[in-house]
């Protein structure tokens, strides 16, 4: 009975720990200017060529802000994105993708 109580307690808090980092991303996502092409959210780019971001797999978008960080990424409009992710920590890129993720 005690380890299925353990074991619940770790369960909540790693749910609260999730919830409190997505809340951290949707915080980040506003300070870093992400909707300013993005759209609020990330479900309204304010151009046809900037992707919809609300609802991408997280493991996708971390890889693609991190690829662009670094140059690995360099089609489209990622010249524009390079300067905006330069000062973004691999933890807040996995902060951000973890609330977008989540935008239905």
Do not use: W
Not at 24 to 49: F, S, V
Not at 57 to 68: C, F, P, R, S, T
Not at 77 to 103: C, H, Q
Request: net charge neutral; charged share 15%; proline share 2%.
């Amino acid at each position: 009975m005690t380890k299925v109580l353990m074991g619940a307690g770790a369960i909540a808090v790693s749910a609260m720990a999730m919830n409190a980092h997505a809340a951290d991303g949707e915080a980040l996502y506003t300070a870093k200017n992400c909707q300013t092409c993005h759209g609020a959210e990330g479900k309204t780019p304010i151009m046809g060529m900037y992707p919809k971001l609300a609802g991408q797999n997280k493991e996708y978008l971390v890889a693609q802000m991190k690829d662009i960080k670094s140059g690995a990424r360099s089609n489209g409009m990622s010249a524009a994105m390079k300067a905006m992710v330069m000062n973004i920590t691999d933890e807040e890129f996995a902060a951000i993708a973890d609330y977008l993720a989540g935008v239905q």
